[in-house]
């Protein structure tokens, strides 16, 4: 019943940036952990980033240090900001909750393609 709708992303060269947005709908969304996925070609899809209730912030080594995960809950919005992008970030980005139980079925997703 919870719609994740993913925007943001496209082609950048190795260094830059992109910011990712994620517009949920439902009333749970201010209550859940909510994370950032990814996967690219022939490859398993992976979190990059979890994000509490209150805010807090979790990362994998991967994308520590580059990457900010930040939500607004007034606004159903979820937001990932990607610096020092590398053409190993190269995926389809999904947005979904953190729990398994209610998570919900994947979208299209936005693609990022970063060049070398």
């Known amino acids: 019943q919870v719609q994740f709708v993913e925007s943001g992303g496209g082609l950048v060269q190795a260094g830059g940036s992109l910011r990712l947005s994620c517009a949920a709908s439902?009333?749970?969304?201010?209550?859940?952990?909510i994370a950032w996925y990814r996967q690219a070609p022939g490859k398993q899809r992976e979190i990059v980033a979890t994000?509490?209730?209150?805010?807090?912030?979790d990362y994998p080594d991967s994308v520590k240090g580059r990457f900010t995960i930040s939500r607004d809950n007034a606004k159903n919005m979820l937001y990932l900001q990607m610096n020092d992008l590398k053409p190993e970030d190269t995926a389809v980005y999904y947005c979904?909750?953190?729990?398994?139980?209610?998570?919900?079925?994947w979208g299209q997703g936005t693609q990022v393609t970063v060049s070398s």
């Open positions: 439902g009333s749970t969304f201010s209550i859940n952990p």
């Open positions: 994000i509490g209730r209150d805010g807090r912030p």
């Open positions: 979904n909750f953190w729990y398994l139980s209610i998570r919900q079925p």
